[in-house]
């Protein structure tokens, strides 16, 4: 089993920066592969950014790439999402997800998932 908590997320003005982390605990977190979803209101939950377990792959979604960093410390069991340039459209709830494989960008392929920390950016 394994438990996510995620945080750092708030209110924040178009073109600002924040940054979100993931804590994981439970079983072996450094061969996992770790992935950051969204929810906006009314909408499915949408990839936003994954990366595998040594941090040589990473993968975004067409909408953030170039603005959001993926990156993670396996010594601290934690998984980062540095988000940058931010716009309304990305006000959602933001989760950590955890994939017992290879990477994807396939929610249903994902074993666990956090609580989320919403995000608001407003113009």
């Known amino acids: 089993q394994v438990q996510l908590v995620e945080s750092g997320g708030g209110l924040v003005q178009a073109g600002g920066s924040l940054r979100l982390s993931c804590a994981a605990s439970g079983r072996t977190f450094s061969t996992n592969t770790m992935a950051w979803f969204r929810q906006a209101p009314g909408k499915e939950r949408d990839f936003v950014a994954t990366?595998?377990?040594?941090?040589?792959?990473?993968y975004y979604s067409d909408s953030v790439k170039g603005r959001f960093t993926i990156s993670r410390d396996n010594v601290k069991n934690t998984v980062y999402l540095q988000m940058n340039s931010l716009k309304p459209e990305d006000t959602a709830v933001y989760y950590c997800?955890?994939?017992?494989?290879?990477?994807?960008?396939?929610?249903?392929?994902?074993?666990?998932w956090g609580q989320g920390t919403q995000v608001t950016v407003f113009s």
């Open positions: 997800a955890v994939r017992r494989s290879y990477y994807s960008t396939n929610r249903n392929e994902y074993d666990y």
């Open positions: 990366i595998n377990w040594n941090s040589d792959l990473t």
